[in-house]
C-alpha cells in the first residue's frame, strides 16, 4: 500500500521561509507532486518531483530524496495568500491508472 | 476554455435518495478521477478512469458507481444516499505522462440528511 505523512498544521508570518515536509512508503515510486488548496477551493497543481534534488518555481521549490522516502515544499517571501492547505501526494504507475495517493494535508497559516 | 466543469455545485439529498455527479472536461484527457474529501481530510479517491468504456475501484468505492461512455465526460452515481456520504466531491482529469499533473473540477458539495 501507499501512506504519507506531513504535519497538520504551519505557522509563519509574512515575509517568512517555511518547509512542509512529507515522508512516503509506497510499494512503487513514480513522483512526488504538490497541491494547494484553498479553504473552499479546487486543489491546484503547484509543482512535481520524479528524481532527486531541488526543482524550483518562483517563490515556491520543492525538493526529493527518494533514498529517504522524503521530500518537501519550501515556501519563501511568504504572503498573506500563501495561507492554504498543501498536500503532498504519490502518483501510481500509468498501468494503475496513474492515480494519485494524497497526503492528509498541511493547513499553513501566514501571519501579519 | 473551461477545463475541468462539475455539476451540481452544490446538492442536498435526504436519505436513500439517489444522484448523479457530471464531470465534463475539454482538455481530451485520458484519465479522469473522483475524490472525496471530508472536513480536515486529504482527498480520497472513489473511482477513476484510464479512458472511455473503462472504469476502476479507488480507495473508498463503496456507495458509489461511475461510468465514462464519452471520453469527456465522467459520472459518479449515488444509488441509495446516505449521512456518510456526505463531503465534498473533486472530479480531476489528467494526461499521458507521469509528469503531467491532475486538474480538477471546483468541487460539488453534497450534504445527506
Known amino acids: 500500500g501507499q501512506s504519507l505523512e506531513q504535519p497538520s498544521e504551519v505557522t509563519a508570518v509574512e515575509g517568512a521561509i517555511v518547509q512542509i515536509n512529507c515522508t512516503y512508503q509506497?510499494?512503487?515510486?513514480?513522483?512526488l507532486s504538490w497541491y494547494q488548496q484553498h479553504d473552499g477551493g479546487a486543489p491546484t497543481f503547484l509543482s512535481y518531483?520524479?528524481?532527486?534534488g531541488l526543482e524550483e518555481t518562483g517563490r515556491f521549490s520543492s525538493f526529493l530524496s527518494r533514498s529517504d522516502s522524503y521530500g518537501y515544499l519550501l515556501l519563501q517571501e511568504l504572503q498573506m495568500k500563501d495561507s492554504a492547505s498543501y498536500f503532498c501526494?504519490?502518483?501510481?504507475?500509468?498501468?494503475?491508472?496513474?492515480?494519485?495517493?494524497f497526503g492528509q494535508g498541511t493547513e499553513l497559516s501566514v501571519k501579519p | 476554455n473551461a477545463g475541468v466543469t462539475q455539476t451540481p455545485k452544490f446538492r442536498v439529498l435526504k436519505t436513500g435518495q439517489s444522484m448523479t455527479l457530471l464531470c465534463a472536461q475539454d482538455?481530451?484527457?485520458?484519465?479522469m478521477y473522483w475524490y472525496r474529501q471530508d472536513p480536515g481530510m486529504g482527498l480520497r479517491l472513489i473511482h477513476y478512469?484510464?479512458?472511455?468504456?473503462?472504469?476502476a475501484k479507488g480507495e473508498v468505492p463503496d456507495g458509489y458507481n461511475v461510468s465514462r461512455l464519452k471520453k469527456q465526460n465522467f459520472l459518479l452515481g449515488l444509488e441509495s444516499a446516505a449521512p456518510s456520504q456526505t463531503s465534498v466531491y473533486f472530479c480531476?482529469?489528467?494526461?499521458?505522462?507521469?509528469?503531467?499533473?491532475?486538474?480538477f473540477g471546483d468541487g460539488t458539495r453534497l450534504s445527506i440528511l
Open positions: 501526494a504519490v502518483r501510481a504507475p500509468y498501468n494503475q491508472g496513474g492515480k494519485l495517493i
Open positions: 509506497t510499494s512503487g515510486f513514480y513522483g
Open positions: 518531483n520524479a528524481l532527486d
Open positions: 482538455m481530451n484527457h485520458e484519465y
Open positions: 478512469s484510464v479512458g472511455e468504456g473503462t472504469t
Open positions: 480531476a482529469t489528467a494526461g499521458g505522462h507521469s509528469n503531467q499533473p491532475q486538474h
